[in-house]
């Protein structure tokens, strides 16, 4: 009973080509994050919507976008993919705030290869 | 700001005991823990609160001094399913959201 559903799980594109990734949720919770992993690191918080307030982190690229049309699915659009933007994308959810004291749920990840 | 674990790798033998710790240098709320195996997402293991309240995994066990703004995650009596790396998160001003440290590799042996 998958949670937190993410599509694709791998996906290949060209420099420079637009991609977008996808999430969507079964749970209901409030918030939906976007990580950025790479190889031997810890997970990258690139933005998080509350509900539809969207918060970016000061340091996310601006070649990195994102939208939440409603409750379930969340988007992650990368306009121009350079080679440092390779790594895996992670998507998680929680109810409420990290302050709240609520865990986060993370879905599998999509793994983009920039050619 | 990342918090700072220690250590950075630890390897097991089955049966052994671990402790990872986790540091902070601004004052801490709760601290959260998670476990990614590779190649996989990070999964919930525990979230420590101020004031002693605790959420999580009945099988691990933590600590959280406040006023020394650590954390401590023990495994003890490791299994192989305990191998893999080891993130500790703590909210960033706001408590909005988490930033995670470096984590600490755990490999558990037969």
């Known amino acids: 009973d998958a949670m937190v559903i993410q599509n694709p799980r791998y996906q290949v594109t060209q420099f420079g080509k637009p991609v977008t990734l996808s999430c969507s949720q079964t749970?209901?919770?409030?918030?939906m994050y976007w990580y950025q992993q790479k190889s031997s690191q810890a997970p990258k918080l690139l933005f998080h919507?509350?509900?539809?307030?969207?918060?970016n982190e000061a340091d996310t690229p601006d070649n990195f976008q994102s939208r939440r049309p409603n409750t379930s699915f969340c988007f992650l659009d990368i306009r121009s993919p350079g080679l440092g933007d390779a790594a895996m994308y992670l998507c998680?959810?929680?109810?409420?705030?990290?302050?709240?004291?609520?865990?986060?749920?993370f879905g599998p990840g999509t793994r983009l290869t920039v050619t | 700001q990342q918090p700072v674990q220690s250590p950075q790798a630890v390897i097991l033998r089955e049966g052994e005991d671990a402790v990872i710790n986790c540091s902070s240098s601004?004052?801490?709320?709760?601290v959260h823990w998670y476990r990614q195996k590779h190649g996989e997402a990070p999964v919930f293991l525990m979230i420590?609160?101020?004031?002693?309240e605790q959420k999580g995994h009945e099988k691990i066990s933590a600590s959280f001094n406040e006023k020394k703004q650590q954390s401590s995650l023990y495994l003890t009596a490791s299994q192989l399913s305990y191998s893999g790396t080891y993130f500790c998160?703590?909210?960033?001003?706001?408590?909005?959201?988490?930033?995670f440290g470096k984590g600490t590799m755990l490999l558990v042996s037969p």
């Open positions: 998680a959810t929680s109810r409420v705030r990290a302050s709240g004291g609520d865990e986060q749920y």
């Open positions: 749970l209901n919770h409030n918030v």
């Open positions: 919507y509350y509900d539809k307030d969207f918060n």
């Open positions: 601004k004052a801490l709320y709760s």
């Open positions: 420590l609160l101020k004031g002693g």
């Open positions: 998160g703590t909210p960033n001003s706001g408590y909005s959201t988490l930033t």
